[in-house]
């Protein structure tokens, strides 16, 4: 998917699991096959999961920590499951970064399902409670989503070469205010790979839990079109009871992730090409 992808092979992971964590020798190692752009993630026994960070990058012990202390700061803050941090590996033969171990969630990763008026209503309720979490004084940070949306033009040009006639409703979007709204906490990328499901459609689990950060309140929103349809659509604005220009900066987020997926992973990750076709798709539909 990436130019400096590192290539992880289940021999490796198994030789550094055995040599770091030698309690965990006897139990079976899988790799999965999944949406993620970030992680290569293999599935250790029944109760945990190795993620190993597909690209090199400065300061990569640190951005586990800051994940670890993450996922620790949302566990058992709402009734859905998040994963628990475990431990922290070792570069060695064959691969040169830090890795980390969380545990295992159970429950069906959301693909190209529709999703209901419940889901619409679980997923409400999660967002409600992330954003409850005391933010300790932290604001945005200033990288990545999650501050204005000008900040955004940089990238957003590169994603309009890839698709121009997007560009009149990212010069609406971007204008958008932030207002006076403070900072709350938010997870950040509610997208299909890190929604889990029960059998009868409920959210059991949310994944990818290290990005929890203090950000325009409005990037929860991002699951809104990334997720559902027009009436479960409506049901989780009325559940959230946001304001119009809330609602809208939430689509513009969406839009921001959303562009990026469509050229980017055209070839790589076709599901998460999906994702962002469909995601541009929903937002095409709705009226600004």
Known sequence: MHADQLDIPLATVRALVDAQFPQWRDLPLRALDTQGTVNAIFRLGDTYTLRFPLRPRPGAREWLEREAAAASELLGRTRFATPEPVALGEPGPGYPLPWAVQTWLPGVVVTDEALGDDFARDLAEFISAVRSLPTHGRTFSGEGRGGELKSQDEWLEICLEHDPAQRP????????????????????????????????????????????????????????????????????????????????????????????????????????????????????????
């Open 169 to 288: 409703l990212w010069q609406e979007l971007r204008e958008l205010p932030r207002g006076d709204t403070p900072d709350t906490m938010t997870h950040g990328d509610l997208i299909p790979g890190n929604i889990l499901l029960t059998a009868d459609g409920h959210l059991s689990g949310v994944l990818d839990v290290g990005g929890l950060s203090p950000t325009d309140p409005a990037l929860e929103l991002v699951g809104a079109w990334h997720l559902l349809e027009a009436g479960p659509r409506r049901t989780l604005r009325e559940a959230l009871n946001v304001t119009d220009l809330e609602w809208q900066r939430g689509k513009a987020w969406a839009f921001v992730q959303a562009m990026g997926l469509p050229w980017y992973y055209a070839e790589t990750n076709p599901p998460m090409a999906r994702i962002g076709l469909r995601t541009l798709a929903r937002i095409a539909q709705d009226a600004f």
